[in-house]
T-cell receptor, first 117, second 110 residues
Framework: GAGVSQSPSNKVTEKGKDVELRCDPI?????LYWYRQRLGQGLEFLIY????????KSGLPSDRFSAERTGESVSTLTIQRTQQEDSAVYLC???????????????FGAGSRLTVL | GQQVMQIPQYQHVQEGEDFTTYCNSS?????IQWYKQRPGGHPVFLIQ?????EVKKQKRLTFQFGEAKKNSSLHITATQTTDVGTYFC??????????FGGGTRVLVKP
């Protein structure tokens, strides 16, 4: 697509429920990133995909968080047994990889705002 | 892992004045990027610096990469209300991991 698309844009859930957040990157972008941004804070790295593989999962806060990517395209971030501290905006970004112009430049989606009651 | 410190964390600027925000790393960087996030929005790419001592300008914004490639700065002249937002520097770490600094939140007083 023309840009990075994220859904849902807003999600309100009850503590203990599972949520799935979806990201559709720009077509042809092999790299995909998930970040978490709490209100008034900076961007916290969660996970990075190169193709369908995640070489770096070090940012996932706990084993309640998981992510996958299929077809070198869509990615889903799953949070199980949500807690109130999971409330944040979850931002997805994609980029080309390499040394050419535009490589490693992140294009962000509008984010998914998660509120855990 | 590689970390970057941005200062100041907050910047209150009178409209029309200049200001500078800084990004400092303890390790040598291959390159550095800058992004801007407007209130309620998502980060948008501004520029990438690659060469030692590189200086790039975008209208009233001047970006500089230090000679040792361990620091970078963003200088904005004649600040306008449209400059409000948070400015992030971003490192490209090993394995293509793009790490954001803490950001400088800019407020403009009219």
């Amino acid at each position: 697509g023309a840009g990075v698309s994220q859904s849902p844009s807003n999600k309100v859930t009850e503590k203990g429920k599972d949520v799935e957040l979806r990201c559709d990157p720009i077509s042809g972008h092999t790299a995909l990133y998930w970040y978490r941004q709490r209100l008034g804070q900076g961007l916290e790295f969660l996970i990075y995909f190169q193709g369908n593989s995640a070489p770096d999962k070090s940012g996932l806060p706990s084993d309640r968080f998981s992510a996958e990517r299929t077809g070198e395209s869509v990615s889903t971030l799953t949070i199980q047994r949500t807690q109130q501290e999971d409330s944040a905006v979850y931002l997805c970004a994609s980029s080309l990889v390499g040394t050419g112009g535009g490589a490693n430049v992140l294009t962000f989606g509008a984010g998914s705002r998660l509120t855990v009651l | 892992g590689q970390q970057v410190m941005q200062i100041p964390q907050y910047q209150h600027v009178q409209e029309g004045e200049d200001f500078t925000t800084y990004c400092n790393s303890s390790t040598t960087l291959s390159n550095i990027q800058w992004y801007k996030q407007r209130p309620g929005g998502h980060p948008v790419f501004l520029i990438q610096l690659v060469k030692s001592g590189e200086v790039k300008k975008q209208k009233r914004l001047t970006f500089q990469f230090g000679e040792a490639k361990k620091n970078s700065s963003l200088h904005i002249t004649a600040t306008q209300t449209t400059d409000v937002g948070t400015y992030f520097c971003v490192l490209l770490a090993a394995g293509n991991k793009l790490t954001f600094g803490g950001g400088t939140r800019v407020l403009v007083k009219p």
